[in-house]
Nanobody, 125 residues
Framework: QVRLMESGGGSVQAGGSLRLSCTAS????????MGWFRQAAGKEREGVAA????????YYADSVKGRFTISQDNAKNTVYLQMNSLKPEDTALYYC??????????????????WGQGTQVTVSS
């Protein structure tokens, strides 16, 4: 069973930055796409950013384009989400996810096979 271990959440003022990390216990077909969803209180979970292994493709929700950057370190089985110019509406529980390459960027959360435990990001105005 693949495990995803997240770190890096926290509290920041609007305009600030945070970086999330997610390390997979193993790397393979079902982790060829890794990225992040988020869920704000009282709202549905939504896709934020995703990346294909080897950098073959990156995908972003419209709400974070130009502010968030996803990257990876293959040697460490780790993906990062650099979040800049944070807004109060970015406040949410952020979940790392992994799945096969065929669904990368489609934001159908039911099809991702592996999930982290979630890390809280709080942005104050």
């Amino acid at each position: 069973q693949v495990r995803l271990m997240e770190s890096g959440g926290g509290s920041v003022q609007a305009g600030g930055s945070l970086r999330l990390s997610c390390t997979a216990s193993e790397w393979g077909y079902t982790t060829d796409c890794m990225g992040w969803f988020r869920q704000a209180a009282g709202k549905e979970r939504e896709g934020v950013a995703a990346m294909l292994s080897g950098g073959a493709g990156t995908y972003y929700a419209d709400s974070v384009k130009g502010r968030f950057t996803i990257s990876q370190d293959n040697a460490k089985n780790t993906v990062y989400l650099q979040m800049n110019s944070l807004k109060p509406e970015d406040t949410a529980l952020y979940y790392c996810m992994a799945g096969p390459p065929t669904i990368c960027g489609l934001w159908r959360d039911s099809e991702y096979k592996h999930w982290g435990q979630g890390t809280q990001v709080t942005v104050s105005s």
